[in-house]
């Protein structure tokens, strides 16, 4: 079975700096996605930003980048410029690319994020 | 948001009562899941369905049923809620193009 670890349950960042959020996950596949939700107070779970295993090109979203290292299986996201809206929770989640993974979700178990002015 | 809604927002409920959760969806879209999110847990899927009467069981899928009559309609069940179902609850369906999962807005459930 897939697994995925987010090993900071929470880090902290002050305004304007950058933070490293980091993921591990466990997977025999070779084709998969990797995926960063945002969850903030409001509760709404939002995308991120997601990485397919096949390209070796880390994904960036505006701030948003990811560091995929696909020989560790290891994804961190990296978010630049830190601004007071990014302080939310964080969850990493794994996605096997084929139908008869029916497309389910693993997640990890979060990082809250705090951002200080 | 991909159209998607969960009903009720908030709901407390005894022990040893059932109940019912609902998902609707105007997006068409085949693919629609049922998660449970718990402090130190992240998000844990309970089922999923993969087409109208098509469903399966997800990782906490124990005490746990569901129902899929229309595509739209995706319903939660807890036939005798217990006090470790205290829980929030989300519903999510799959884009068609993107194969992204889109999350509705969350149902906290309080067991008493």
């Known amino acids: 079975a897939q697994t995925v670890t987010q090993s900071q349950p929470e880090m902290s960042v002050q305004e304007a700096e950058t933070v490293t959020l980091s993921c591990t996950y466990d997977t025999s596949e070779s084709d998969y996605y990797l995926f960063w939700y945002k969850q903030p107070p409001s509760r709404q779970m939002i995308l991120v930003i997601r990485q397919e295993a096949y390209k070796q090109q880390n994904a960036t979203e505006n701030r948003f980048s990811v560091n995929f290292q696909k020989a560790a299986k290891s994804f961190s996201l990296k978010i630049s410029d830190s601004q007071l809206g990014d302080a939310a929770m964080y969850f990493c989640?794994?996605?096997?690319?084929?139908?008869?993974?029916?497309?389910?979700?693993?997640f990890g178990k979060g990082t809250l994020l705090t951002v200080n002015p | 948001d991909a159209g998607i809604t969960q009903s009720p927002r908030h709901k407390v409920t005894e022990t040893g009562t059932p109940v019912t959760l609902r998902c609707h969806q105007t997006e068409n879209h085949r693919y629609m899941y049922w998660y449970r999110q718990d402090p130190g847990h992240g998000l844990r899927l309970i089922h999923y369905?993969?087409?109208?009467?098509?469903?399966d069981k997800g990782e906490v899928s124990d005490g746990y049923s569901v129902s899929r009559s229309k595509t739209e309609d995706f319903l939660l069940t807890l036939e005798s809620a217990t006090s470790s179902q205290t829980s929030v609850y989300f519903c999510a369906t799959l884009g068609r193009f993107t194969y992204e999962q889109y999350f509705g807005p969350g149902t906290r459930l309080t067991v008493t």
């Open positions: 369905s993969y087409g109208v009467k098509d469903t």
């Open positions: 989640a794994y996605r096997a690319n084929s139908g008869g993974s029916n497309y389910k979700l693993t």
